[in-house]
């Protein structure tokens, strides 16, 4: 069985730093581009940032421009975005999702992705 699996995610102040992952099971995440979102309460599921399959591709949000990195391990089959210097607006569920495309392809709009794991909650708030 396929699945993704997010952790990391939990309370943070502003101007902390939080790091998720997005592990992989079931399968290798070697060719697959991955994306991280976001949706908070009363608000459409967002794109944060998003990495082709070999790493050398990315796209970040407005936004987190500046204060959220995305990157993988591919020896460790997981995908990660570091978040520093959060801001309150910053809390949401966080997602990851996987997708099968060329290697020089990011995906950015969601119903594109195949593969979704189950979200972590983001909380910034001192």
């Known amino acids: 069985q396929l699945q993704l699996v997010e952790s990391g995610g939990g309370l943070v102040q502003p101007g902390g730093s939080l790091r998720l992952s997005c592990a992989a099971s079931?399968?290798?995440?070697?060719?697959?581009?991955i994306g991280w979102f976001r949706q908070a309460p009363g608000k459409e599921r967002e794109g944060v940032s998003c990495?082709?399959?070999?790493?050398?591709?990315?796209y970040v949000a407005d936004s987190v421009k500046g204060r959220f990195t995305i990157s993988r391990n591919h020896a460790k089959n997981t995908v990660y975005l570091q978040m520093n210097s959060p801001k309150p607006e910053d809390t949401a569920v966080y997602y990851c999702?996987?997708?099968?495309?060329?290697?020089?392809?990011?995906?950015?709009?969601?119903?594109?992705?195949?593969?979704w794991g189950q979200g972590t909650q983001v909380t910034v708030s001192s």
């Open positions: 990495i082709s399959s070999s790493g050398g591709v990315i």
């Open positions: 999702a996987a997708v099968s495309v060329p290697d020089t392809i990011v995906v950015v709009t969601s119903h594109e992705y195949d593969y």
């Open positions: 079931g399968f290798t995440l070697d060719s697959y581009a």
